[in-house]
T-cell receptor
């Protein structure tokens, strides 16, 4: 069964450093998403992406965040200058259509020290 | 008012019983409704989705949607210890899913 994959599974970085989280969505899916989950808190929407453009973004997704689909398979989330409060699980998800079922990857645990 | 509100847990049921999980949402324009299961330290796993008013059954799971009441529920029949997890309600509009805080379910053997 096709699945969303994410790398790395765990990333440790120092405050102020840039990180890139990578995702490979399910191959026939057209809509891609990033969510985050701070430990003990709920899953929060960051951004949705379709046709090489951001469709929706939340208040969390400020100028330090960016997304890109650099090739036909990868979807990345870049955090330019990490802060301690960026420490969280970051989940990538994908769906066939805009209102369709979203399937989540295993997540990347980001720890900012 | 929270955008997506789930009944506070934890919820504990004996093995074989029916577990009932409830969710209300505030955005009347919501178009898609999902239930995810999340084990500790793992990612959300989609278990049910529903788009129209009424019931939708899949195996031991039944999702119910009432858009007029802005209410969606999940019933788990014949609960098993392996169903013990946190259940997340998510409500979608224009591709953005808003999640509730989750309800932790424990199924006791």
């Amino acid at each position: 069964e096709p699945e969303v994959t994410q790398t790395p599974s765990h990333q440790v970085t120092q405050m102020g450093q840039e990180v890139i989280l990578r995702c490979v969505p399910i191959s026939n899916h057209l809509y891609f998403y990033w969510y985050r989950q701070i430990l003990g808190q709920k899953v929060e929407f960051l951004v949705s992406f379709y046709n090489n453009e951001i469709s929706e973004k939340s208040e969390i997704f400020d100028d330090q965040f960016s997304v890109e689909r650099p090739d036909g398979s990868n979807f990345t989330l870049k955090i330019r200058s990490t802060k301690l409060e960026d420490s969280a699980m970051y989940f990538c998800a994908s769906s066939v259509r805009q209102e369709g079922e979203q399937y989540f990857g295993p997540g990347t645990r980001l720890t900012v020290t | 008012q929270k955008e997506v509100e789930q009944n506070s847990g934890p919820l504990s049921v004996p093995e074989g019983a029916i577990a009932s999980l409830n969710c209300t949402y505030s955005d009347r324009g919501s178009q898609s409704f999902f239930w995810y299961r999340q084990y500790s330290g793992k990612s959300p796993e989609l278990i049910m989705f529903i788009y129209s008013n009424g019931d939708k059954e899949d195996g031991r799971f039944t999702a119910q949607l009432n858009k007029a009441s802005q209410y969606v529920s999940l019933l788990i029949r014949d609960s098993q210890p392996s169903d013990s997890a946190t259940y997340l309600c998510a409500v979608g509009r224009a591709g953005k899913s808003t999640f509730g805080d989750g309800t932790t379910l424990t199924v006791k053997p």
